[in-house]
């Protein structure tokens, strides 16, 4: 009765494909012998590998003796298989460090209005190096009031967002960018515009004044105190429509109000005390998932 024959159980290990990289190797150069240079072990180790494959396929896969070196016809058939195999792990390995080469997915990012304006332009820095880096990844950019943004952080319709650090929740992660230097303005058409330089007036609240209905730190809500309150604005851009009327004071930053300032409309009244600063940081999740696109981003705006 023929001897039965035990075939390949259980997962190809690690292993098992070093030993069909030396079967390899032994059948590509005709023998044990011929193999010694290109695999850089002895022929002893060379025949206790293919011992060890042999039996682990149950197979008999070369003869060798005086008529020299042949591959049997089981021989030949795994050597195909094994050349099939090892090719399909040099191919994952390729795709898997082009992962590495190549970014691809999506950004969703939230800004609050007029950052754009800031001189340090952190933000389109690190913009334009995810594009370098990443050709193909989508950017999709959303302008909203600071807690929008950091609601759309939190239940993650945003990856990322620019706000005021200003009543963070703790489940958020901060890292800070700049900080924005705000100060009272009024209009060309606003009776103060011509007046002459003066110390601050004991009431600010003489003249009616456009006020935020968002958070502000502790020193931006002082000042805010001191006027005379008879307009709100969700945004900076709302206040800036407003104070351009001439009918309203009201705080800007100083990169948004640059322009209207160097043609003439604007003009900062006691700029050395009535200012106030705010801090700027990029807020993601703490428990967020790993994202290669996500991850780039920050660091290119850690280094930007």
Known sequence: MPRSRQALSGPVTDFDIRL????????????????????????????????????????????????????????????????????????????????????????????????????????????????????????????????????????????????????????????????????????????????????VPERLDAWDAVVPSYPLPEAGRQQQARLNRTATASDREGAAFLILTGAYLGFLPDHQAAPWVAAGRLRPLWPEECHFRTPFVAITRRDRRPNRVLETFLEALASS
């Open 20 to 199: 069909l990289r030396v079967f390899k190797a032994v059948a590509e150069c005709g023998g044990f012998a011929a193999a010694e240079g290109r695999l850089g072990i002895g022929r002893s180790a060379i025949s206790l590998h293919m011992n060890d494959l042999e039996r682990r396929l149950g197979l008999k896969l070369c003869r060798r003796g005086r008529g020299g070196f042949a591959l049997t016809e089981e021989g030949r058939e795994v050597l195909e298989a094994a050349r099939r195999l090892l090719a399909g792990l040099e191919a994952f390995r390729t795709e898997v460090n082009a992962l590495h080469e190549s970014l691809r997915g999506e950004l969703d990012i939230g800004v609050t209005d007029t950052l754009v304006s800031l001189p340090q332009m952190r933000v389109s820095h690190a913009l334009a190096e995810l594009k370098a880096r990443g050709p193909d990844v989508r950017v999709h950019m959303h302008m909203d009031p600071p807690g929008e943004i950091a609601r759309a952080v939190l239940d993650g319709r945003l990856h990322l967002g620019v706000v005021p650090a200003v009543n963070l929740p703790p489940a958020l992660d901060s890292r800070p960018l700049y900080e924005e230097v705000s100060r009272l303005y009024c209009a060309s058409d606003h009776p103060l515009f011509e007046a002459p330089p003066a110390a």
